[in-house]
């Protein structure tokens, strides 16, 4: 169990370019999460994906921030038009259905907007 | 809405010293309980939960929090720290039921030599 993989660990992007963050949840698990972390906000629920359909995306920023799940192995967390603010590091974290829960997470991508 | 709180953004102890980090929440059913510790350039990791039961719960590397209903707290504890204690550490809420889990701001420990 390699536990959850988020690619890459860091990335560095122009201020107005894209920025592509990629998570594989650990196999088995129903449910998968993106989380924003700042030192100003600490830990931000941004969407929550169940058996891959978006369940609530009520914590992502609505114009730039997208995510998808196409199919039950990884996640994508995609910033358009990525602005100096969008700089944090972004946390994916899956969790069993049934385990009330327990969040398993990735070390986390941490985005560099210059 | 629910919210936690960890009064502590930094606390220092030395090592083999005994420690508690605090942690106070605000809901008003029965909460999901959580303590995580995050070690530098790395995702979070559970530490121990609390749904009901006895209110002392144990978790790993002999940590351990203890439940209040009454002083709506949740307090983690040690009985002897060390350096690789040295972490961050999150008091984290989900409601009955519900699938959102709210943090803290953190508790930066620091273990001295």
């Known amino acids: 169990n390699a536990g959850v993989i988020q690619t890459p660990r860091h990335k560095v992007t122009g201020k107005g370019q894209e920025a592509t963050l990629w998570c594989e949840p650990i196999?088995?698990?129903?449910?998968v999460f993106w989380y924003r972390q700042t030192i100003v906000q600490g830990l931000e629920f941004l969407t929550y994906?169940?058996?891959?359909?978006?369940?609530?995306d009520s914590g992502m920023p609505k114009e730039r921030f997208s995510a998808q799940m196409p199919n039950q192995s990884h996640s994508t967390l995609k910033i358009q038009s990525t602005q100096p603010q969008d700089s944090a590091v972004y946390l994916c974290?899956?969790?069993?259905?049934?385990?009330?829960?327990?969040?398993?997470f990735g070390a986390g991508t941490r985005l560099s907007v210059l | 809405a629910q919210s936690v709180t960890q009064p502590d953004a930094r606390v220092t102890v030395s090592e083999g010293a005994s420690l508690q980090l605090r942690c106070k929440y605000s809901?008003?059913?029965?909460?999901?309980l959580f303590w995580y510790v995050q070690y530098p350039r790395q995702g979070l990791q559970l530490l121990l939960k609390?749904?009901?039961?006895?209110?002392v719960v144990q978790g790993v590397n002999g940590f351990e929090a203890e439940f209040s209903k009454s002083n709506s707290s949740f307090h983690l504890r040690k009985a002897s720290v060390h350096w690789s204690d040295s972490a961050v550490y999150f008091c984290?809420?989900?409601?009955?039921?519900?699938?959102?889990?709210?943090f803290g701001s953190g508790t930066r420990l620091l273990v001295s030599p």
């Open positions: 974290a899956s969790s069993p259905l049934g385990v009330q829960n327990t969040l398993y």
């Open positions: 196999s088995g698990h129903s449910a």
């Open positions: 994906f169940r058996n891959q359909a978006p369940i609530d």
């Open positions: 809901y008003s059913g029965t909460p999901y």
């Open positions: 609390y749904y009901s039961g006895d209110p």
């Open positions: 984290a809420l989900s409601r009955t039921g519900g699938y959102k889990v709210v």
